[in-house]
């Protein structure tokens, strides 16, 4: 079973506009990070966020993690193109050096 | 520095024959994880290696082995294929429960 579950499982936008994906998990967690992966490609690491954190950037990413909703949000700023791909939310187990992918979020950036 | 590398890239067997994929980190990594990756399905973990001699099970492990060669190589074994098997194989490997890194994926079909 998956521990993180991506909402929406697909979301198409205009580029200039912001896109919105959110995470929900069942468990306690030390962090959560969120990957992106181009079509045919490896995941590649954004961002991670410890859960004693409320909230982090990266450029124009932004991450918010709520532990009392069990929820994270991953914001993208003035959306280009080549943020299309797909975004998945990662938490690790309790025990053990493992992560828990969650379903994924398809984006689609439309120019 | 290569990262993670996988050998090989693409993959057709027929039933009940039997593979190796191979994997590679040049970054001295504790840490290596075996992958699968099905539509709609996300990453799900099939085995991972904490360290150099010691392999746990994942989520996934029925109809697999593995092998940690040394600290750089860790490899998934198909003894039999099956097309339930069919997927897109992803190696990682990381310091501790944190950032994962990515190789680019095997494409592995069973017919």
């Known amino acids: 079973s998956q521990q993180g579950e991506e909402d929406p499982q697909a979301l198409s936008i205009q580029e200039g506009e912001n896109a919105t994906m959110n995470c929900s998990y069942k468990?306690?967690?030390?962090?959560l990070q969120w990957y992106r992966q181009n079509s045919g490609r490896g995941l590649v690491h954004l961002i991670l966020?410890?859960?004693?954190?409320r909230e982090k950037h990266s450029g124009r990413l932004r991450v918010t993690l709520d532990t009392s909703k069990k929820s994270s949000s991953l914001l993208i700023t003035a959306s280009r193109a080549a943020d299309t791909a797909s975004y998945f939310c990662?938490?690790?187990?309790?025990?053990?050096?493992?992560?828990?992918f969650g379903a994924g979020t398809i984006l689609r950036v439309k120019s | 520095n290569a990262g993670v590398t996988q050998t090989p890239k693409f993959q057709v067997l027929k039933t009940g024959q039997s593979m190796t994929l191979q994997c590679a980190q040049d970054?001295?990594?504790?840490?290596m994880y075996w992958y699968r990756q099905d539509p709609g399905m996300g990453l799900r973990l099939i085995y991972y290696?904490?360290?150099?001699?010691?392999?746990d099970k994942g989520e996934v492990p029925n109809g697999y082995n593995v092998s940690r060669l040394n600290k750089r190589e860790f490899s998934l074994r198909l003894e039999s294929a099956a097309p339930s098997q069919t997927s897109v194989y992803f190696c990682?490997?990381?310091?501790?429960?944190?950032?994962?890194?990515f190789g680019p994926g095997t494409r592995l079909t069973v017919l």
């Open positions: 990682a490997s990381s310091i501790l429960a944190d950032t994962q890194y």
């Open positions: 468990t306690s967690i030390n962090n």
């Open positions: 966020i410890r859960s004693n954190e």
């Open positions: 990662a938490t690790d187990a309790w025990y053990g050096n493992k992560l828990v």
């Open positions: 970054m001295n990594h504790n840490s």
């Open positions: 290696s904490a360290s150099e001699g010691t392999t």
